[in-house]
């Protein structure tokens, strides 16, 4: 718990985190500036070598804010504490600096790589002078070893600089793909609420034309057999009744106002499922319908909806089932409902994946059942394979035409 509050606490107060680090580093090089060996020829501790290690300290603090200007100020620093010729067991700001510089210098890579190689070449000329004056005792392979270090530094913070880009560059990508799938996901539910709008116009279109066709047998017949005119009058109740649902369930949609989009083909029914039972037999997944009673009641947005929900899962299984593998289709007409499950013995797919596929045909199946508040369940099989199970409830107070 405490670590993990202090690891947040680190993420939301980085400069925080600079300046603690770099008075942990300036302490280190105080105290060894302090206790520092001091032979004849170098000048020893006083306020202004102290000074000089305060600066660094407060330009280190800014490693990542202003990384150049941190690097350039350090460097400064440091040639003038050489050049002073104090002595220090630990200096640390030089080396780090660089790192930082590589490390959090920015995308111009020319720029920062331009400043980091003037700065070591810089500091390794002051070190070689060191080495050539005759008041010096610095011993040659000191200016090896302080370009090597600071070289090694550079590149190191140049490994991070890349890693950290990369790192950035995933999450991007990731993002982005979050995002398009976003966007493929919703572009489904509306290209399937344009595809139900559709099927369900056409439905409020079949009612509209028998109450026009029950209207005008009504008006033949009403002095000869006022009987028989009621009855087509209490057929076109009932059209007008199921029209009217039907008509507010479509305003609840999208409805694609593309001519070239519609379907004129006539709209399927339950008693067409055999075309798409046999339609995936055909496909090489042997198929079976079971149906269990009749449809004492038509009602067309429930059978349109329960009919494209079987089409949609017996794609699915043609599209993940594999083979070999079985399929069976059991229909439920009750009174109330109808219900309807697919299974099959495949390999399956997850609901992820599914939902990804192309087509999306588990958010069309949610889409339809949605219409009519029923219920949906789909996923894998312990067996292996894969279910879907739907409910479509009727609306008995607005269903009844007979067909």
Request: with cysteine; charged share 20%; aromatic share 4%.
């Given at each position: ?292 009673g009749a449809l004492s009641t038509r009602s067309p947005g429930q059978e349109m909806a329960a009919y494209r929900i ?94």
């Amino acid at each position: 718990m405490l670590s993990s509050r202090l690891s947040r606490w680190a993420t939301d107060h980085p400069f925080e985190i600079d300046v603690l680090f770099a008075v942990v580093i300036g302490s280190m090089t105080m105290l060894g500036f302090v206790i520092a060996d001091i032979n004849g020829s170098e000048q020893d501790p006083d306020v202004f070598g102290g000074l000089l290690i305060v600066g660094q300290t407060a330009a280190f603090s800014f490693r990542r804010r202003a990384p150049i200007a941190s690097l350039l100020v350090v460097a400064a620093l440091t040639v003038v504490f050489w050049v002073a010729d104090y002595a220090s067991d630990f200096e640390a700001f030089s080396l780090l600096s660089v790192y930082a510089a590589t490390a959090h210098g920015g995308e111009d890579r020319g720029r920062v790589w331009r400043v980091v190689g003037s700065v070591v070449t810089g500091m390794s000329v002051i070190a070689v002078v060191g080495v050539l004056s005759p008041s010096e005792d610095i011993p040659a392979p000191a200016v090896v070893g302080i370009a090597a270090l600071h070289i090694t530094a550079a590149i190191a913070g140049e490994i991070v600089h890349d890693r950290r880009q990369r790192v950035i560059e995933l999450e991007q990508r990731a993002a982005r793909a979050e995002a398009e799938r976003g966007l493929l996901a919703r572009q489904a539910v509306l290209d399937e609420r344009a595809r139900i709008a559709r099927d369900l116009h056409d439905v409020v279109a079949h009612g509209m034309s028998v109450m026009v066709v029950q209207a005008g047998a009504a008006e033949r017949i009403v002095r000869r057999d006022p009987d028989e005119a009621a009855t087509a009058l209490g057929h076109i109740q009932q059209a007008g009744r199921v029209a009217l649902s039907e008509m507010r369930r479509m305003l609840d949609v999208l409805r694609s106002e593309s001519p070239g989009d519609r379907d004129l083909a006539p709209q399927p029914t339950m008693d067409d499922l055999n075309h798409v039972v046999q339609h995936c037999a055909d496909s090489g997944i042997p198929t079976e319908l079971i149906v269990d009673g009749a449809l004492s009641t038509r009602s067309p947005g429930q059978e349109m909806a329960a009919y494209r929900i079987v089409q949609e899962a017996l794609t699915n299984v043609i599209k993940h089932a594999g083979r070999p593998a079985r399929a069976v289709v059991r229909v439920q007409y009750r009174p109330e409902h109808i219900h309807v499950e697919v299974i099959d013995d495949g390999a399956g797919s997850t609901e992820g994946e599914l939902a990804a596929s192309e087509g999306h045909g588990l958010v069309g199946m949610r889409e339809r059942v949605d219409l009519y508040q029923g219920t949906l369940r789909f996923g894998p099989r312990p067996g292996g394979g894969f279910r879907v199970a739907a409910t479509v409830p009727f609306d008995r107070a607005r269903a009844g035409v007979a067909t």
